[in-house]
């Protein structure tokens, strides 16, 4: 790749033209974590214009601004790294030469409404300042006197005939950002450019953010854990040499959630009604139950679900179900949204107090055996076993109703005869009589044998 050079040239492009409101979210949002130089550099560009080819200086660019090369480029990877801007880099026959895609800043409310962008403007500005953003970005609601009449969609629309197109012209969600679509695919990684960023000062690399990525994200999964949050453990959990310890990171987390502190503010309601069936193929419904369920694994950390269900049912998590499922987090065997479907099935169907590490061992590798991969597969295979299960029980009274009617009957015994008779009594007189003639007889057995 060639090296950058102020004497290259570069063009302008816009995605959307940049507004009033726009210039205002970049300074409210934006300008606190880009900084004065990529926010003044943003503005000179959207001012600029387009142009159809690479007219544009940078020596000029930056005489203007009164910036260095490093300071510029500094400044343009923030506005990349912010969704901001895409930078191209083109080879042609008169040498190399750029071109910078602008993006329109997002809404204020939609940047405060995204968990990852609001956190890392709250790491800037402080608590004070912070508040004070989101009380004058609230709307004020107004209540307006008398009954609302308006008609709604579904009435105007019974008055129209129409034909229902076989599909959408388009399958793709559009009303989020380019920066909030990378966020909610990426948010189970860890974002190691923003982290080192934060932890720079604490003398931690992204050489060594990605030395312990994989142990980063378990912990990330398993606590529900933002990356703001995660840059904030790590600064308190250095060893005594400054360098990060995964070791001491697990202990806190462990100590931390025991301590029944709140680790991370992800914490949804688990409703306990049992999930319905349904068939492997069939999407779930909006008012199943199953759906809620599924839904809450999916954006639920393990042991945050785990306490909800728990605090649910009047109980708490014990500490060796924290440190049994530590332990299975670090086998890396399902994912997180999976484990959450199994704690929903031993912990609210079975109503199990309490969960073993061996038991959770044992089920973990059965379902890592099965293909189990997503929550959806999770409650499609514990439906499959409840019917076999079912469909076993019953075959087993079948048979066992067979076996009963083929029993032979029970023949009743009569009692002897004899147990009704009743004894006499005998005289001493002829109990003698009977001794010497028992006598006799067994005196003349003996002869009989000498004989």
Do not use: C
């Not at 950390?301 to 605090?311: D, Q, Y």
């Not at 590490?357 to 409840?386: C, E, F, P, S």
């Not at 019917?387 to 066992?400: L, T």
């Amino acid at each position: 790749m060639t090296e950058f050079s102020i004497r290259q040239r570069y063009r302008l492009i816009y995605d959307e033209p940049i507004n009033l409101a726009a210039v205002q979210s970049l300074t409210k949002v934006y300008l606190p974590i880009i900084g004065r130089d990529a926010f003044t550099l943003y503005l000179n560009w959207a001012m600029l214009g387009e142009s159809t080819d690479a007219a544009n200086q940078h020596a000029d660019l930056l005489d203007e601004l009164a910036m260095s090369q490093q300071t510029f480029l500094t400044a343009r990877e923030k506005l990349e790294g912010m969704g901001l801007l895409k930078t191209y880099q083109q080879e042609t026959s008169f040498g190399v030469q750029w071109a910078y895609q602008l993006f329109p800043p997002m809404a204020m409310k939609a940047f405060l409404a995204d968990i990852m962008l609001s956190s890392l403007l709250h790491h800037y500005l402080g608590d004070d300042l912070f508040e004070r953003l989101i009380a004058e970005t609230k709307p004020n609601e107004t209540t307006i006197p008398g009954q609302n009449v308006s008609k709604s969609f579904f009435d105007m629309m019974g008055q129209e005939s129409f034909q229902r197109l076989p599909a959408a012209p388009f399958q793709s969600d559009d009303t989020k950002s380019t920066l909030q679509r990378e966020i909610a695919a990426s948010d189970q990684q860890l974002n190691i450019t923003l982290m080192a960023d934060m932890l720079q000062s604490f003398g931690i690399t992204q050489n060594d953010l990605r030395q312990n990525q994989a142990d980063l994200i378990i912990q990330k999964s398993l606590y529900g854990l933002s990356d703001v949050e995660l840059v904030r453990l790590i600064q308190g959990t250095v060893d005594a040499s400054g360098k990060l310890s995964i070791t001491n990171l697990r202990q806190t987390l462990r100590r931390t959630y025991e301590q029944g502190q709140r680790v991370s503010d992800a914490v949804q309601q688990v409703t306990e009604s049992q999930p319905k069936a349904t068939t492997p193929n069939e999407p779930v419904a909006t008012g199943n139950p199953a759906a809620g369920i599924i839904q809450t694994a999916r954006t639920t950390a393990p042991l945050v679900f785990l306490k909800s269900l728990r605090e649910n049912a009047g109980g708490f998590v014990t500490d060796n179900e924290v440190r049994a499922l530590n332990d299975i987090a670090q086998l890396d065997k399902i994912n997180p949204e999976v484990l959450n479907i199994m704690l929903f099935e031993l912990t609210v169907v079975e109503k199990r107090t309490n969960l073993s590490k061996a038991l959770l061992q044992t089920i973990v590798n059965d379902w890592a055996q099965a293909g189990v991969t997503t929550a959806v597969d999770a409650m499609t295979y514990l439906q499959k076993r409840t019917k076999q299960r079912q469909e076993k029980a019953q075959q087993s009274g079948k048979s066992g109703a067979k076996r009963w009617q083929r029993k032979e009957p029970v023949v009743k015994e009569t009692r002897p005869d004899w147990e009704n008779q009743k004894a006499t009594a005998v005289s001493n007189e002829d109990a003698a009589a009977a001794k010497n003639a028992l006598a006799e007889l067994r005196a003349r057995r003996q002869q009989s044998k000498k004989e």
